[in-house]
């Protein structure tokens, strides 16, 4: 009898732990109260859920454009669901890779496996902004970002921080950024000291992803670290800061991309970038299917060619 308890309550705190083991950045990052009512509001849609978040049934692309007009949802990211809807106003919903499902199973994972990538967004911004202010940091600075625990998925004792149970809420700074082009256009006066600050974020943060457009130059001359996300990522197992060979290779990589970002000051280089993201503009719909506009394609071998030559 003895057993079964010491067995029983073992299997007990194994499991709170597990279910507990990042409330301290679920608390941190929920959202406040109004703008949770106008997020409850929009999941109460069954459409919009379907489509967007069960992603069970096997919708085309163009009924699941028909959802997203119905709600005046804007895509602003070639492979990720992130959109703006005027029904939320002031922020952006981040709501994972299109592809990226854990309840049917996507291409890059396997069904039922827990995945951790969409939410890694806030756990990430939470550490840069502690080393920012930490430092603290002149130049380099994050967006606020909130989770939203989807209605009915996990219940008080499993609140586990994955992307089967939160979608992210980010403030929506576009007015304060500037566009791809000047964004460019500014980097070529970039300076070593704000480069040594991304240099510390990769060191002491584990920030891969210095590519240039997730590192927007706002109008009073600081640096936005907008896309937070942990890269390449999606498992349980390699998820904020368990897995040490992996955050060595992150900061490894991050100092790789840090150094590229001044490959801008060649020009080549730069219409190469710009090539990217006009061929980009046909993924900036909901629901198309990646790989099917060989253009984009081409734009990014282009791009690859060229950084290639210059390193
Ligand atoms: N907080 C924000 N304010 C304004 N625009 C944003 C913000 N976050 C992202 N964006 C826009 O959305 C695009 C995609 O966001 P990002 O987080 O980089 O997604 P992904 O992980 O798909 O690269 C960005 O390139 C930027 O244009
Ligand atoms: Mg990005």
């Known amino acids: 009898m003895k057993k079964i308890i010491l067995v029983t309550s073992l ?32 999941f109460q849609n069954q459409d919009f859920v379907d489509a ?5 049934n096997k919708m085309s692309n163009a009924q699941r454009r028909a959802v997203a007009q119905k709600y005046q949802m804007q895509k602003i990211a070639r492979w990720n669901y992130i959109f703006r809807t005027p029904l939320i106003p002031g922020y952006i919903l981040k709501l994972g890779p299109i592809h990226w499902t854990n309840s049917f199973g996507g291409f890059l994972v396997r069904a039922k496996e827990v995945t951790n990538k969409n939410v890694s967004r806030v756990a990430y ?21 909130y989770l939203y625990e989807i209605p009915g998925r996990g219940d008080s004792k499993d609140k586990r921080l994955c992307d089967d149970n939160f979608i992210v809420l980010v403030e929506d700074i576009a007015d304060i950024l500037l566009s791809p082009e000047e964004n460019i256009e500014q980097y070529k006066y970039v300076t070593e000291e704000l480069l040594d600050e991304l240099r510390i974020i990769a060191r002491q943060a ?9 590192c927007v130059f706002g109008k009073d001359g600081k640096i936005y670290l907008i896309d937070t996300e ?19 290779a992150d900061t490894a990589e ?11 000051r060649d020009d080549d280089y730069c219409k190469a970038m710009l090539r990217v993201e006009c061929a980009s503009a046909p993924y900036y719909e909901m629901g198309i299917e990646p790989d099917d506009t060989p253009t984009l394609s081409a734009a990014f071998i282009a791009l690859t060619d060229k950084l290639r030559e210059l390193e």
């Open 11 to 42: 299997c007990l705190s194994v499991f709170t732990s597990d279910a507990c083991e990042y409330k301290h950045i679920i608390d941190r990052a929920i959202s406040p109260a109004s703008l949770k009512a106008r997020v409850d509001q929009l």
């Open 52 to 56: 967007f978040i069960e992603r069970k």
């Open 125 to 145: 911004q939470q550490l840069i902004a502690d080393v920012v202010e930490k430092e603290p940091l002149k130049h380099v600075c994050v967006v606020q970002k």
């Open 206 to 214: 584990y920030v891969a992803d210095f590519k240039m457009p997730n």
């Open 230 to 248: 942990q890269t390449n990522r999606a498992h349980e197992a390699d998820f904020f800061l368990k897995n040490s060979h992996q955050m060595a």
């Open 254 to 264: 991050g100092l790789r991309l840090i150094g590229r970002l001044l490959k801008v």
